[in-house]
């Protein structure tokens, strides 16, 4: 069973800086297509940006140029770089990772972000 943890979320001002942690364990992490979701209060949970397991990356279009995707395969953690921050990315964001092999999709427990103005 995969398992996600997430850290790094918190209260930022606005033009502020934070950067999100996802740690994996329970799987070969290189196997795992990784991805941060956010979701506002009765909104559809959406894309923020997806690292694949051959190091794809893709953005939404509202963090293209303010917020960076990477991974790092030895510490099997994914990472989100938020710069710019803005009080309409104040939500929760969710890890995500989807297996390559078997296709299953993993989440985390979600961590707030809230950007004041």
């Known amino acids: 069973q995969v398992q996600l943890v997430e850290s790094g979320g918190g209260l930022v001002q606005a033009g502020g800086s934070l950067t999100l942690s996802c740690a994996a364990s329970?799987?070969?992490?290189?196997?795992?297509?990784m991805g941060w979701y956010r979701q506002a209060p009765g909104k559809q949970r959406e894309l923020v940006a997806r690292i694949t397991s051959d190091g794809s990356i893709e953005y939404a279009d509202s963090v293209k140029g303010r917020f960076t995707i990477s991974r790092d395969n030895a510490k099997n953690t994914v990472y989100l770089q938020m710069n710019s921050l803005k009080p309409e990315d104040t939500v929760v964001y969710y890890c995500?990772?989807?297996?390559?092999?078997?296709?299953?999709?993993?989440w985390g427990q979600g961590t707030q972000v809230t950007v004041s103005s």
């Open positions: 995500n990772a989807r297996h390559s092999l078997t296709r299953v999709n993993y």
């Open positions: 329970g799987t070969i992490f290189r196997l795992l297509n």
